[in-house]
């Protein structure tokens, strides 16, 4: 992959064959390895009379069929990305699909014997390992670590026993990252060492579906450092070792740094297929809810929209950086062909789908440590020395030599001018030993050469003065040569004291941006800390509106059930109020009904003492009732009512007899027997 270019993520799907509880149901799924796509079918496996992309056929970057080896997978889809990883570009590795689709076992491996049937992690390791054997150009550093991420709680699975939740955070030089164990890995044993001890603390349960379902989502992350070694094959760890301005030949010692995230996803989980209840519902739902939270945010890059919350879910807000773009990504999509999962299957290839429209742009990672930066400091002060250098001699030499020539030149010509004429006068007595030895040597030349020169006093004269004049000249060169050294030297003076200023300059620079950058960082903390009691002051908000509207609900309730039952007792009063008004009523209606039998009665008895005064069987019966009443108590009107009713009643029936015959058993008259038959009646309805 060339560097800083865009690509798709790379996605493949794999088909797992059917179990023993699958194969009565039959396949739906057919693979067609020849166009790297997948197809649905009928129950007979036959294809379907109308076949829609996107919903019934698919086509990915690789389709793997029930025969495929995790090997092909591995040098299909994820060599290439390993091979990146050790070239300084960050990777990331996706398992994704239902529970019991085989993602754990493309990952992780399985059987009794790991190393026979090794996983995706496994052959990554291994090639990581090879690569760094067969490189002898740069020296490679290996650290491992182990999170899982557990009911939306991340834990670190290097760490026995039971282990403290871990947060999530970030900051400008690791970026999003998670504070937990990372082991040095020196070599491919160790690095499954690690990987064992990790398995071995992870979240698994059964269920109706797989005996050993993974309960939580896992990132087995492996970084690699890397730096170019010294051309003599010397890797010395310390800073001396920059000294020397060709110790790294070329190399600008800048450390390359990948991370490689091997994801093994929890799968998502139907409870009519699982049959999962309690604890194992709720592990299900928080697994299904983090896996919703990472399609919608595949669904969002797919879309380019301007704003993802990779903050909805642990997982998408770890793996952020490898999400946005600064990393090669494969997803490894597992899925059944059984008729029974159809519409999970179906879900699966969907979000796959989507995962291919997502685009990233990975770079190179490199950083320069302190060795680096040193020996490039080194570097920029030995050109600025060269620089000074040649500021320094070449002025100097150049005049330097100039005036040597023009001196010797002005010596050379008087001392020969004068040894000349002295040898012609012979007066050579006063002359310097040196020139006495010049002489000699220039007249032993002459004679030898027979020639003889002719100086008159005139031309000595002539030529004394232009050597004085020359060496006035001469004096006034060697001043301004002294003057322009001691210009030089000032200058050098001063760009010491330059260098001695920049020196401490930057020094002030280091000091002012190390504050600088402590500031920030607690800056950022105290922003990280407002955001927290923002956070937590919202949370108080929401509580204590949920809590007012539960309170504000149970006193309307309340309200309602007091309201009812006070219209209920006001129904029961009113009612009470009718019944006894309905009794007054009745009473009063007895009350007269009694009134007009009495007065009736009376009329009777003045009737009938006309029309027979000595037969008057109503007499005795009035007797009767006003003997009664004058002997009975004082009682309530009711009562009273009550006991006169029963009272005239039983004397009418006792009477009735008398009142239809006189004593002779002769009948009476029409007149009185319709009378009585009247009070008869009357008694009988009282």
């Not at 490898?322 to 299957?345: D, K, V």
Request: with cysteine.
């Amino acid at each position: 992959m060339a560097e800083n270019t865009e690509e798709n993520i790379s996605v493949a799907i794999r088909i797992r064959p059917l179990n023993t509880k699958e194969s009565t149901n039959g396949r739906v799924w057919k693979v067609l390895n020849k166009y790297n796509s997948i197809t649905e079918t009928d129950a007979a496996g036959g294809p379907l009379i109308q076949r829609t992309s996107g919903r019934s056929f698919f086509k990915f970057d690789r389709v793997f069929g029930e025969e495929v080896l995790t090997s092909q997978i591995y040098n299909g889809v994820v060599r290439n990305i390993v091979k990146s990883a050790m070239e300084g570009i960050n990777g990331t590795i996706f398992a994704y699909g239902q529970t019991s689709s085989g993602k754990t076992f493309t990952m992780q491996g399985g059987g009794p014997h790991v190393l026979d049937c090794p996983g995706v992690i496994h052959m990554a390791a291994k090639d990581i390992f090879e690569r760094i054997s067969a490189c002898n150009d740069r020296s490679y550093l290996v650290k491992a670590s182990f999170v899982e991420i557990y009911n939306e709680k991340c834990f670190d699975l290097l760490v026995s026993g039971k282990s403290v939740a871990l947060a999530v955070r970030e900051d400008t030089q690791k970026g999003v990252h998670v504070n937990c164990n990372e082991s040095i890995i020196p070599n491919y044993e160790s690095l499954l060492s690690t990987l064992f001890v990790g398995e071995k603390n992870r979240s698994v349960a059964a269920t109706e579906m797989n005996d050993r379902s993974s309960r939580s989502h896992t990132i087995f992350r492996i970084m690699v450092e890397s730096r170019e070694n010294a051309i003599g094959g010397d890797d010395r760890g310390e800073v001396d070792s920059f000294c020397d301005a060709d110790s790294y030949g070329a190399s600008d010692g800048a450390v390359r740094i990948s991370t490689l995230n091997l994801v093994d996803l929890a799968g998502s989980e139907s409870v009519r297929h699982t049959g999962a209840t309690g604890e194992r519902q709720k592990e299900g739902g928080k697994i299904n809810q983090s896996l919703l939270t990472l399609s919608r945010v595949i669904a969002g890059l797919g879309s380019n929209l301007q704003h993802i919350n990779f903050r909805d879910s642990k997982l998408t807000r770890i793996l952020q950086p490898s999400l946005s773009g600064n990393a090669r990504m494969a997803i490894i999509c597992c899925a059944t062909p059984s008729q029974l999962y159809l519409e999970e299957t179906r879900s699966t290839l969907q979000f796959a789908s989507r995962a291919k429209l997502v685009k990233t742009r990975a770079t190179v990672n490199e950083v320069l440590d302190d060795r680096a930066v040193i020996k490039k400091l080194q570097k920029e002060m030995g050109d600025l020395q060269k620089c000074l250098a040649m500021q320094k001699n070449t002025p100097y030499h150049h005049l330097k030599s100039n005036m040597l020539k023009v001196i010797n030149l002005f010596e050379n010509s008087a001392d020969k001018m004068i040894l000349n004429r002295r040898h012609s006068l012979g007066t050579s007595a006063s002359l310097p030993e040196a020139h006495q030895a010049k002489k000699r040597r220039l007249s032993a030349g002459c004679y030898v050469q027979g020639e003889h020169f002719d100086f008159n006093e005139t031309m000595l004269k002539v030529a004394l003065k232009e050597k004085a004049q020359k060496s006035c000249k001469l004096d006034s060169n060697i001043e301004e040569i002294v003057e322009t050294r001691e210009l030089i030297d000032e200058l050098n003076n001063k760009v010491a004291l330059l260098e001695k200023e920049n020196e401490r300059l930057n020094r002030e620079n280091v000091l002012t941006n190390r504050k600088s950058a402590e500031t920030e960082e607690s800056l950022r903390l105290h922003k990280l800390r407002v955001n927290s009691l923002e956070m937590e002051n919202e949370n108080l908000r929401g509580m204590e509106e949920r809590n007012s509207s539960i309170r504000l609900e149970r006193e309307s309730s309340c309200q309602r059930k007091v309201i009812e039952y006070r219209e209920r007792l006001d129904g029961l009063t009113q009612q009470k109020n009718i019944t006894s008004m309905k009794d007054a009523e009745h009473k009063e209606q007895i009350k007269e009904r009694l009134g007009l039998t009495r007065t009736e009665l009376r009329e009777l008895r003045v009737s009938y003492s006309m029309v027979n005064n000595e037969k008057n069987p109503y007499r005795d019966l009035m007797m009767s009732l006003t003997k009664e009443k004058d002997l009975r108590p004082a009682a309530s009107s009711s009562e009273r009512g009550s006991a006169d009713v029963a009272t005239l009643q039983n004397v009418i029936e006792n009477s009735l007899c008398d009142v239809c015959c006189d004593k002779e058993n002769t009948p009476l008259s029409p007149k009185i027997q319709g009378f009585n038959c009247k009070v008869k009646g009357l008694a009988m309805e009282t």
